[in-house]
């Protein structure tokens, strides 16, 4: 790894606490604007009464409209997104949680982005890193896996 990725890798890892590098851009097909999840004191939004009170709090809230719902919770879409122009109507002064979608912060939801988004997530660490850095932590714990069985043997 050359030394501009060893900093960009420290500086979201280790000072901006990311999981994913975000790449791409968003290319205005409304999806994340038509089927939005709204979390809330770490759950979420499940029932109807439940988020009438959240539209007290934030304007935002009173711009969703219900669609449906899943096993995730509700489902909403936005008052403010323009289907025809593919344009949010709002878009100078749209909330923050529109100005930093997506976030990784969608994958603990249980949501994913969607389809056909323009933007795509890659984990910071590789498959071979997390491996790496786990049998570090085992020799520094003493715990040994030896090849071809099943059990971890521990000293
Ligand atoms: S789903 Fe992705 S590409 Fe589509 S509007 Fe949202 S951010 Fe942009
Ligand atoms: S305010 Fe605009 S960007 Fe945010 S969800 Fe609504 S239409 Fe989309």
Do not use: W
């Not at 934030?58 to 403010?80: A, M, R, V, W």
């Not at 933007?119 to 715990?143: A, D, M, Q």
């Amino acid at each position: 790894m050359d030394l501009r990725s060893k900093i960009k890798k420290f500086i979201y890892k280790t000072l901006l606490g990311k999981k994913y590098y975000r790449k791409g851009k968003c290319i205005r097909c409304g999806a994340c604007c038509s089927r939005i999840y709204v979390r809330h004191s770490k759950h979420t939004i499940t029932s109807e009464k439940e988020f009438e009170k959240l539209q007290y709090i934030h304007p935002f809230y009173t711009y969703l409209k219900i669609q449906g719902k899943d096993e995730i919770g509700l489902i909403f879409s936005c008052s403010n997104f323009d289907s025809n122009k593919h344009i949010c109507k709002i878009h100078k002064k749209r909330p923050g949680i529109c100005r930093r979608y997506p976030d990784e912060l969608i994958f603990p939801m249980g949501a994913s982005l969607s389809e056909g988004c323009g933007y795509s997530f890659t984990p910071i660490e590789s498959f071979k890193e997390v491996l790496s850095e786990t049998e570090k932590n085992h020799i520094r714990k003493g715990i040994f896996f030896t090849k071809g069985e099943d059990n971890f043997n521990k000293d």
